[in-house]
């Protein structure tokens, strides 16, 4: 499935939210990437980090037995966990594009998000 966050449910509004790079991707879980301020960050959006690295929340739902979530940078994981059926936690990201990726125990790509640019100040 993918997923599009769109300001309304119209075509236009669709399209402009994968204009915006507004988009995840999943096989059934759903994963997300938020900031600690009130606002979401929605994949499309800059990060201003602190003076070296900065926490990203990310927030899963309907995740299988043995999961795990990756924080990719770069190519590599920069950092991963096992997670549960659902939950949020912050997770340390260096500068750079960053999107989440969603595996399951046997090794499958369950989801996985567009990346969003984490800038130091």
Known sequence: MTYVYADE???????AGIRRRRVMLSTGPWIELQT?????????????????RTNVVAQWQAAPPGARLRAM???????????????????????GDVHLELWSADGALLAMTNPISVLLQ
């Open 9 to 15: 449910l119209s075509t236009p509004a669709i399209l």
């Open 36 to 52: 600690t301020a009130p606002r979401w960050v929605l994949m499309e959006n800059v990060l201003i980090a602190g003076p070296t």
């Open 73 to 95: 940078g770069a190519g590599i994981a920069v950092d991963e966990v096992a997670v549960g059926e659902q939950g949020r936690l912050a997770l340390n990201v260096p500068p």
